[in-house]
């Protein structure tokens, strides 16, 4: 299959062109070549290329950028996605696109399934939300991806902001009652590589197995990159001000995923050791 794949620079679009890569004929754009809130952009690169599938891994992922730039992010996130959907729609094109833990509160406090209902507390989870209902309500053949907490080899990331900060400083103050499920982009990939080849379709929760706080998490991350000398103290999200609220839960439920597929991600602790050997 010809798969066209935009955003290919960033962290999780990197990982997708490289696994996709393996058996189809990708072809990879990032804003230079395409910048897809541009109106007729996504039907030009379309037309050009000639894909049976389209992989949107484009974002505006600055969380807390967001609140202060609400226009640009619904441009990238949510308008987009609607000039990708039209683009798409009228030439039996299947559309990829991911979304996230954050279209959720937070407050349900077991893991979310694909059906339970959406609530964002912050600009980034409304605008993701919006483009995932645009990607619905326009086109019939859509996968959209919900993940959270990546980490990748070619973006900025919690895994190596904590690496770099425990190789300068003695001390590390983390939240500790925020809980999620850290995700490789080698792992979502995989994924994303398993519905396209089985021709799934709709929505699925793709993230690595079990959960942790980001306090847990950087405890692994200083174990696994033997940086076991600095002191980690946990505090509240209170103690931690951000522009962008945060679900104090978001595990996702991704039975659908393995039920539809037959298989499962790995633990997020061995897929963090995984990357942390290969990349630090
Ligand atoms: N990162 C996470 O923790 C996380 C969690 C859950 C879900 N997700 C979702 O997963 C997907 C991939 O995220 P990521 O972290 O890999 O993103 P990323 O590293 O920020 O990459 C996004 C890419 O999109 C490009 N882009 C931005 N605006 C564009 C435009 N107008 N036209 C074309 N390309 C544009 C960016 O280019 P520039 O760098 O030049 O702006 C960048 O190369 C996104 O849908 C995101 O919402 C991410």
Same mark, same amino acid.
């Given at each position: ?27 990879g ?7 897809? &809130? ?5 039907q030009?690169?379309?037309?050009e290329t000639?894909?049976?599938?389209v992989?949107?891994?484009a974002?505006? &992922?600055? +969380? @807390?950028g967001?609140e ?5 992010c619904? *441009?990238?996130?949510a ?12 030439r ?8 996230? @833990?954050?279209?959720?509160?937070g407050?349900?406090?077991?893991p ?13 989870g ?7 209902? #645009?990607?619905r309500?326009?086109? @019939?053949?859509?996968?959209? +991806? ?6 990748g ?8 902001t ?5 190789? =300068?400083?003695?001390?590390?103050? +983390? ?8 995700t490789?982009?080698?792992?979502? *990939? ?12 709709g929505?699925?929760?793709? &993230? ?7 306090? =847990?998490? &950087?405890l692994?991350?200083? =174990? #696994? ?7 980690? /103290?946990p505090v509240?999200?209170? =103690?931690?001000?951000? *522009? ?14 393995s /039920? ?10 061995i897929?963090?050791? @995984? #990357? ?5």
């Open positions: 299959m010809r798969i066209l794949v935009l955003g290919h620079r960033g962290m999780l679009g990197n990982d997708i062109v490289y696994r996709l890569g393996l058996v189809h004929d990708v072809i754009m990032d804003i230079d070549e395409c910048d897809i &809130t541009v109106p007729g952009e996504c030009r690169i379309v037309d000639g894909p049976q599938v992989v949107n891994a974002a505006y &992922t600055d +969380v @807390d967001c202060m730039n609400r226009q640009a619904f *441009a990238v996130n308008d987009a996605v609607r000039n990708i959907a039209l683009a798409c729609r009228d039996s094109i299947k559309v990829v696109h991911f979304s996230t @833990d954050y279209v959720f509160s407050m349900k406090g077991t979310y399934k694909e059906d339970d209902e959406c609530n964002p507390i912050n600009v980034y409304e605008s993701k939300l919006a483009g995932e209902r #645009y990607l309500n326009l086109t @019939d053949n859509w996968i959209i +991806v919900r993940t959270a907490w990546l980490y080899k070619n973006g900025k990331n919690f895994v190596n904590i690496v770099g900060k425990a190789k =300068e400083e003695s001390s590390l103050r +983390v939240v500790n009652d925020q809980v999620g499920s850290p490789y982009t080698v792992d979502v *990939a995989a994924a994303v590589h398993a519905l396209i080849d089985g021709d799934q379709q929505l699925f929760h793709v &993230t690595n197995r079990g959960r942790c706080s980001w306090y =847990e998490l &950087t692994k991350i200083l =174990e #696994y990159a033997n940086l076991t000398d600095v002191r980690v /103290d509240s999200t209170d =103690e931690f001000p951000r *522009a962008a609220a945060r679900p104090r839960y978001s595990v996702l439920n991704c039975s659908k995923f /039920d539809c597929v037959n298989r499962t991600l790995r633990f997020w602790q897929a963090l050791k @995984d #990357y942390i050997n290969r990349i630090i």
